[in-house]
């Protein structure tokens, strides 16, 4: 067989990160889309790639994205998408139901699924999206990551925001429910209090911590209630922190954006409404017990919301401004440049960017450097910084809330399966990942 999977390929010299953080240098070998050894001075291959200098790490898993794809293409597409994450080192992605058609049903997901299958450069997993109606299609469509409930900042038919309509799906079925958590009913209510004012700045009163923590607290409820997996998604303020390292049980994990723990309100006099998402990005106190939770793991591993919208959409004028920004070609850089400064390890890094999601999905044999895992890597450059340009952007949008930062550990080349996606700049668009596998609570 002469697929690129098939093929051998030597990563040589490169400096593997190792479980307790320090750097190894090592010979790696790739073998049928897998890792087949890791040791120093391996047997040369007539496929090598000299990783002098750079450092090995398992290939991000980013666990909430918005591609677009089908139905807002002006936005981004699943081609555009996983260039971007290509270039990011994100070589696997969880996708949410928001597009159009919704991702409601089996042959919604059949349609993403085919979708990917010939347009994704790295791996792939959707959501299915709960609406008040679809209740047997959450538990049976197949194969998906889990059912994703927007509680609030709900698209159309996906709404459910209210206890009665959402604890039928707490309570049928077991697999993982994730919660965008913000209380519907409040934020109609500020809204119409903040009604005429075009600051974006507003965005994080009418959209306040209040409204989070209130649906945050009803998914624990109700999560508790019927011991049913749940996975909070993008926490973004400090109550819900403190709440969750009180209260949260060995079945619920959470998770943070890079927005929410290095950007703050400050940013919408910087940026305006490219610093407008839900849930809206908070203060410098919530950017602080954020960080906290997630060194002492309150917080289980990183997402980046990646939801594109183009500028001209984000020109329009709070409010009639679309919420969201782009991330995965940011999201690593930004995690090793705070490792780099000090705030944590690289063990860290990769474990939240990699290990944690992979575990809380049961996704298997991704997110580690050992034998037999996936051969979806990333070799970095710790030494180089380079700043976020927008010239650079690859997803469609053209833009980063980032732009402007210097960074560090933007990677050389991402490999998925064993095949080389990016290196050094270019992308091989022909690579194209696979379907990712979720093993059944
Ligand atoms: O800011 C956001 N934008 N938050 C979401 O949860 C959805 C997303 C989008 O799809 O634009």
Known sequence: MSTANSEERLIRRARVLQPDGSFQENDVLLRQGKIA?????LEPSANEIDATGLSLLPGVIDPQVHFREPGLEHKED??????????????????????????T????????????????????????????????????????????????SAHGALLVSRE?????????GRRLIAVHAEDQARINERRRQFQGQTDPAIHSQIQDDQAALNATQLAMKLSKKYQRRLHILHLSTAIEAEYLRQEKPP????????QHLLLN?????????????NPPLRSPHDNAVLWQALLDGVIDFIATDHAPHTLTEKAKGYPQTPSGMPGVETLLPLMLTQAQQGRCSYAQVAHWLAAAPAAAYGIANKGKLLPDYDADLVLVDLEREQPVRREDVVSKCGW???????LTGWPQYTLVGGQVAYERGQLHTEVRGQALQFAAP
Do not use: H
């Open 37 to 41: 050894a890791i040791a120093p001075n």
């Open 78 to 103: 699943l081609f555009t998408a996983t260039c971007a994450c290509a270039r990011g080192g994100v070589t696997s992605f969880l996708e949410m139901p928001n597009t159009k058609p919704l991702t």
């Open 105 to 152: 049903t089996q042959a919604a997901l059949d349609d993403k699924l085919q979708r990917a299958a010939s347009k994704c450069l790295v791996n792939y997993g959707f959501f299915i999206g709960a609406t008040p109606e679809n209740l047997p299609d959450l538990n049976t469509a197949n194969p998906t990551c889990g059912i994703k409930i927007f509680m609030g």
């Open 164 to 172: 009665a309509e959402l604890e039928p799906i707490f309570a049928s």
């Open 251 to 258: 079945w619920v994990t959470a998770e943070v954006t890079p």
């Open 265 to 277: 309100t400050s940013a919408y006099a910087e940026i305006g409404t490219l610093a407008q998402m």
């Open 400 to 406: 980063s809330p980032f732009e402007g930062w210097q």
